[in-house]
């Protein structure tokens, strides 16, 4: 695949729900969910989308304070969205950084990832809802990442990213069939040895079956000797006793 490629350049479910981006049908409902999705980006998100960091796994007690702590020792902070409950007002545990320069986001995206915050570690990518064509949010079946527990993976962002397919060349079934010459005499072959080995373990069972026959009778001669010495023994016993 000359396209091929571990990071998604458009998003699109079907390829997110694949180890290598190269199913044809979707394996779990979600998929399906996301394939039918038609989701527009949050038009009320202000700020440069190519400027932004994207922050998630974050302790939910970890304030915007502790956030530019740690974060603008990259570069100077324009603006830090903690993205939070509307009833609760709890922080959800993810967040957006939106940097002044293009070289404090590139990186705050090298080396924040996997950072421990509050004894969290944390996962940092580009922002993706605004800057990737076609994304669809985990919520609706989508995004990258996910649980093993869940059974629904998603594969092509930076933490998952694509496997690389493995190109195997097309083999018939037909084992016994069809096959190639080479395949069928391989066939025969393994055949022709079972058989010789059949053949060898059996001659081998009737060399050993005359010695035991020869053993066995050999230990009932010697049973049936010490039988006689010991009536004899015993009959002698009797006349002294008399």
Do not use: C
């Amino acid at each position: 695949m000359t396209d091929w490629a571990p990071i998604a350049k458009e998003y699109d479910p079907l390829k997110a729900g694949s180890i290598d981006g190269t199913d044809e049908e979707p394996h779990d409902r979600a998929i399906w969910r996301a394939m039918l999705a038609r989701y527009v980006p949050n038009k009320g998100v202000t700020g440069d989308p190519h400027l932004t960091l994207f922050v998630a796994r974050l302790n939910l007690q970890t304030t915007e304070d502790k956030l530019k702590e740690v974060f603008s020792r990259y570069g100077d902070i324009r603006k830090i969205r903690l993205v939070r409950d509307l009833v609760t007002g709890f922080s959800k545990g993810y967040a957006f950084i939106e940097y002044k320069e293009e070289r404090a986001l590139l990186k705050a995206h090298r080396d924040a990832n996997r950072l421990v915050i509050d004894q969290h570690e944390i996962f940092v990518d580009f922002e993706l809802e605004r800057t990737l064509k076609g994304w669809i949010p985990r919520r609706l079946g989508g995004g990258f990442g996910g649980k093993k527990e869940s059974g629904q993976l998603r594969f092509g962002g930076r933490d998952r990213p694509f496997r690389k397919p493995i190109n195997l060349p097309t083999m018939k079934n037909d084992f016994y069939g069809e096959g190639s010459a080479e395949k069928r005499n391989w066939s025969r072959e393994g055949t022709r040895d079972w058989r010789t080995r059949d053949r060898d373990h059996e001659r081998s069972r009737d060399k050993r079956w005359p010695e035991r026959e020869r053993s066995w009778a050999w230990s009932e001669s010697e049973r049936e000797r010490d039988s006689k010495e010991d009536r004899s023994r015993g009959r002698e016993r009797k006349d002294r006793d008399r």
